[in-house]
C-alpha cells in the first residue's frame, strides 16, 4: 500500500520539476492528470449544476411568460469566467511562468502526473504541430507530402514523443500573428496546437505512459515556423465589406480580428476573450474594441455579450502582473 501511495507523489514532484524547468524557458504551464486533462476542476462547476437545475425548473415558468411578453427577451448571461475570479481550475488560463504560483497550483492539484505548456504566449508564440499515430493514418507522410506541395522545410526543432507513437513538433510563431487550434484540417492525423490550447510537456506521466523529449532534439530551441506553413495555419482573411475601415492595431489587429472571425458555435466567447486579452496586453485595446464587437456579432454573438466578454478580458489584463 505504501508503493501505490508513493507512486502518485513521486510522479507529482517528477511532473512540478519538468514544468518548472520549462517555466525557466518562459513557457508557461499548468498541471495535468493522468487524462492529459487540466488538473484543477473548474471552481464554478458546482454553480453551473446549479443554473441547470434551476433553469430546468423555471422552463416552463419562462414559456408561459414569453407567451405575455411585450418587451425585449432578457439580457444574455454574463461571459464566462476565465480567472478573473482569483481562483485556480480555468484550464490554460491558469499557465504562468511564475514559480510561486506553479507551486501553488501543483499543490492544488497534488494529483497531477504531467502538464501543460500553453501556446500563442509570449515570448515563443508556440505552435504545436500534433503528428498523430491513430486510426492508422501516416501523419509523418501526410505532412512531407505538404511540405513538397507548399516547398517548405520543418527546420530542426524540438520533438516530444507521445505514447502512442506520434510525436509533437515545437515551433514558434510571430508575435503579430495568431494561430487558431485545428484537428485534421490541414491533413488526416494532424492537429494543431495554438493560441488557447496547450501541449503536454515533456516528462509527463499519463494513463498511456510518458511524454518524452526526442535526444536528438533536447538541446534545440523551438525553430521558427516556416512561412509557407504558417500561411496554411492561419485561417484566410474575409472579403471586407464596402466601405468598411481596416481594423485598427496593424498587422497584429488584424490577426486578432481574423482569431475572432474563425470562431465555431461553442467557441466564440472564449477566441473573443482571448483576442481581447491580447490586444488590451498590446496596447490596442482600446482602439480594437468596435472591431472585435463586430467580428464577434458576426459569429453570433450579441453585441452585449461581445462587450461584456471585452470588458472581462479588459479588468483580466489590467490586473495581471507583468511577466
Known sequence: MATTDRFPRQATTLALAHALSAAERGLAVIPLSRTKLPALRSPHRDEHHAERREGHRAERLDERRDEHRDGPADGPTAPPCHGECGRPGHGVYDATTDPARIRELFAAAPWATGYGIACGLPPHHLVGVDLDTKSGTDSTSALRELALRHLFTIPP???????SGGRHLWLTGPPDVVVPNSAGRLAPGIDIRGAGGYLVGPGSRTAHG???????????????????????????????????????????????????????????????????????????????????????????????????????????????PAP
Open 157 to 163: 526543432t524540438v520533438v516530444v514523443l507521445t505514447p
Open 210 to 320: 510518458v511524454y518524452a523529449a526526442d535526444p536528438g532534439s533536447a538541446h534545440l530551441p523551438p525553430a521558427p515556423c516556416p512561412p509557407s506553413l504558417l500561411r496554411l495555419l492561419v485561417p484566410p482573411p474575409r472579403a471586407a465589406r464596402p466601405g468598411r475601415p481596416t481594423p485598427a492595431g496593424g498587422a497584429h489587429g488584424r490577426g486578432l480580428i481574423q482569431f475572432v472571425l474563425a470562431a465555431h458555435e461553442g467557441q466564440r466567447n472564449t477566441r473573443l476573450f482571448w483576442a481581447a486579452c491580447r490586444a488590451h496586453e498590446n496596447g490596442i485595446g482600446t482602439e480594437l474594441t468596435e472591431d472585435l464587437v463586430t467580428a464577434a456579432v458576426h459569429t453570433g454573438l450579441t453585441a452585449r455579450e461581445a462587450r461584456g466578454t471585452i470588458a472581462s478580458a479588459a479588468r483580466m489584463t489590467a490586473h495581471r
